[in-house]
């Protein structure tokens, strides 16, 4: 089982049920946040099976996390998984594919029988990631991207969304989203602004003004990402209060 989900009874229940009769080896978890890993200790208790991630949360103030979809921060893997390392069962192995950027612990499946990728969170099937600082990291993000463009699937099931068949040019449409970005980024700052406050209603004008917050968060990590490769500077630490002008 592959992130089995909240901890909501029912649907721990459905999953149970869809689950009845078969017997359950390992349970992976792409990474920790309250959608994909609460189900996890519940299942393994079922089964017996061991719960399989990447690492631990870091610890950071709740206040981190507001951008975020919800940090499931007392997860704990039984087996700490490693890039690379390999699972096998009856007609199957998984491969560990760690992506980092939607979260510092994520990490992607390749069903090495059938040249699939299971992405979690990383590239899912209706809509691009969320980058929260400061466990979100848009330039490992972008790097991920590679990585699995480098591996050369011919689909990818997301945790969220119907599978995608169209591999290379989805994970090019969806760098070249964030590129863009960046470019409207570097636009407000030429146009005189240097506070995200007053970017993010510009940059995302056809968005319910509710989700500023989290779209602040977004261009937070892009504005991270320029700063660190030079083509921005900041008054102090990178953060949301900070200004930002164009690098000389």
Known sequence: VIDPGPDDAAHIETLQQALAGERVSHIFVTHRHLDHSPAARPLAAATGAKIYASGIAPRFSPDDFVAEAGDDLGFRPDIVVRDGEAFAGKGWTLEAVMTPG?????????????????????????????????????????????????????????????????????????????????????????????????????MYADVDPRLYPAAAHSVLAHMIRLVKIGRVRSDGAPGLDAEYALAS
């Open 102 to 202: 939607h979260t510092s612990d994520h990490m992607c499946l390749a069903l090495r029988q059938e040249n699939a990728l299971f992405s979690g969170d990383h590239i899912m099937g209706w809509s691009t990631t969320v980058v929260s600082p400061p466990d979100g990291d848009m330039e490992a993000y972008l790097a991920s991207l590679d990585k699995v463009a480098a591996g050369n699937f011919t689909t990818l099931w997301p945790t969220h969304g119907p599978p995608v068949t169209d591999v290379t040019p989805f994970i090019a449409a969806y760098r070249a989203h964030r590129i863009d970005r960046e470019a409207q980024i570097i636009a407000r700052l030429q146009a005189g602004q240097s506070r995200i406050v007053d970017m993010v209603p510009v």
